[in-house]
């Protein structure tokens, strides 16, 4: 059993999904895993990470206006407003969502759904730079 650490960084471009499972698996076949965990945290607070649809776009603007009428921008009632008017609004987003996820390996492949993908779901209005910790822990194919 061996743990493979990565660190993957995403320039964003303001408030929408941003898939990342080809690249993910992509990094499992170069570190030649097999069977185990890919685990993913995000250390950020205005941003999340999904499980989500990913053949219909339609979901995911759906999903951007539901959170659009559940947590409004520039809200009266906000008193933190240090970044802007989508400051407040972006941490209530991320407190609804994750920063982490933990996905099943098999045979080298993501456990995935069949219309499951991996996304980070940007928050803010504006680009960002967002980090993603990448672990794998199981067996690599160096290890047989």
């Known amino acids: 059993m061996r743990m493979h650490k990565h660190e993957l960084t995403l320039a964003t471009r303001g408030r929408q999904f941003y898939e990342l499972t080809t690249q993910l698996q992509g990094w499992l076949e170069k570190i ?7 685990l993913l ?18 979901v995911q603007a759906d ?6 009428k559940l947590v409004p921008d520039d809200d009266p009632a906000y008193r933190h407003r240090n970044e802007g008017p989508d400051d407040m609004s972006a941490h209530i987003r991320s407190l609804l969502g994750t920063q982490s996820l933990q996905v099943p390996v098999g045979q080298g ?6 219309w499951q993908g991996i996304f980070l779901l940007e928050h803010r209005q504006r680009a960002q730079a967002r980090r993603i910790t990448v672990s794998f822990l199981g067996e690599v194919a160096k290890d047989e």
């Open 32 to 38: 030649g895993a097999r069977d185990g965990w890919l």
């Open 41 to 58: 945290f995000l250390p950020h607070t205005s941003a999340s990470l999904a499980l989500q649809e990913n053949a219909d776009p339609d």
């Open 109 to 114: 492949r993501l456990q995935l759904g069949t």
């Open 63 to 68: 999903l951007l206006d539901f959170l659009a």
